[in-house]
């Protein structure tokens, strides 16, 4: 089993920036692939960004240039660097780790308003 602990959410003003952190249990690099996904009241669960095996990132339209994905070898952790954010980025954020087997934190609320 496979323990994934996220940090770093909180509550910010539109414009402000939050880094998440998701600290694993089980070798980052070893994973196929680190997401990052959120999930608003009332909304599906959607995918923010990810970071493949080799290091390629994708990110969701309404994220990208304003989100970075990234991981750390020596902390284990992946990262999420959130700018320039919108009240529409308000949700609980779940950091996902698939080694062949699909594991997922406990979430991390982010709130955005004024």
């Known amino acids: 089993q496979v323990q994934l602990v996220e940090s770093g959410g909180g509550s910010v003003h539109p414009g402000g920036s939050l880094r998440l952190s998701c600290a694993a249990s089980?070798?980052?690099?070893?994973?196929?692939?680190m997401g990052w996904y959120r999930q608003a009241p009332g909304k599906q669960r959607e995918l923010v960004a990810n970071?493949?095996?080799?290091?390629?990132?994708n990110y969701a339209d309404s994220v990208k240039g304003r989100f970075t994905i990234s991981r750390d070898k020596a902390k284990n952790t992946v990262y999420l660097q959130m700018n320039s954010l919108k009240p529409e980025d308000t949700a609980v954020y779940y950091c996902?780790?698939?080694?062949?087997?699909?594991?997922w934190g406990q979430g991390t609320q982010v709130t955005v308003s004024s």
């Open positions: 996902r780790g698939n080694w062949g087997t699909r594991y």
């Open positions: 970071i493949i095996s080799g290091g390629s990132t």
């Open positions: 089980a070798s980052i690099f070893s994973a196929v692939a």
